[in-house]
Structures are given as C-alpha cells and as structure tokens.
C-alpha cells in the first residue's frame, strides 16, 4: 500500500493543502492516491461498492499510528465530515464512520456525528474541476449542539483530500466556534 507516513515523519503536506485557507493544528492522510492506482480501487469498493469494512480496517489502521506518536494525544473529539441524508439513504452508511469511530477508540475519545450536518445534496465531486469543487461546498453544512465543542481540539475526518474543499468548509464553520482548534485525518490524499 502505498502509505505516506507523515504522522510519523512531521511531513506538513496535508497542513499545506490547507495554509491561508483556514487554520488547521495537525493533518494526516494515511494513503496516497493515484489515479487508477489500489487506493482508488479501495475506496470505489468502499464508497460504491459497499465494502464498509475498509473504513474499520483504515480507522484502526491509522488509530494506532496516531496513538503511537503521540502528536494527536491532546484531541477532545473525532467529528466526520458529514453525508446528506439522500445520499445517506441510498448508500446505507457513510463512509467515514467506522474511520472516525476506530480513531476515536484508539485515542480513548469521543466520535460524534451530530454536530455537523449536511443541508444540501450535491453530486459527486469526483470529476469536479478545483473552482466547481469549492463553489460546491459554500454554505452546504450546518452546525448543531455547538455549545458542546466550545474550547475543543477537534479531529475532523473524511475519506480523501482532493483539492481540500470540503474539509475547509467544514472546518471554517468549526471554528466559528469559541476557542476550536482543528485537526484533520483522512483515509487518503490525491498527490
């Protein structure tokens, strides 16, 4: 597989994807992907294919790295980056579920998927050009029991970062909040 290890090395390529664009403590992407590469195969399976079992084996995967370096130890919450609820509807799951859960049981924190929300359906992203894939995000999540993450240090997760969008919106609504700090982890990065 072909895995980055920047949780391991300090490697700041995630960070980047995100630098002047909102504030992020810490990143990581487990895999890297390449078009027509295993990590695309794997995440089709997933995602279209109902494989769910991959987040598990991913979050678990990447739970006990995170744990091991101890540069995420002082995360309160693991929060997914949401799916809206058609699309909920017709996969059955979202994909990051297992993910966060298993990053949360390995850091012996909390997961929870009721803070962020989904309001409006959008289609797939995956043959969006960069500019399409942010005008998409804007104004598209919104944020429920916020006074309950007032002060944390929130580890935001989802399947990929492709051009970061998504991730952004989600965390720039977060940070709205008093006092949040974010981190991300993802199941892959396109490079």
Known sequence: MPVTNY?????????????GRVKIRKATSLLRFHKKGMVQKLLHNLKYRGHETISKVLGTWLGSELKKTGNFNDIDLVIPVPLHKTKFKKRGYNQVTKFGNEIAM???????????????ATKTQVF???????????????????EEIKGKHILLVDDIITTGATIEACASLLLEIP??????ATMAIVE
């Open 7 to 19: 949780h391991f090395n300090n490697d700041n390529t995630v960070e980047k994807v995100f630098y």
């Open 106 to 120: 390995a850091l012996n924190i909390n997961y929870r998927e009721d803070i962020l929300t989904k309001i409006s």
């Open 128 to 146: 969006k050009k960069r500019l399409a894939r942010w005008s998409n995000n804007n104004e598209i999540f919104n944020l429920k029991n916020s």
């Open 179 to 184: 006092d949040v700090k974010i981190s991300v």
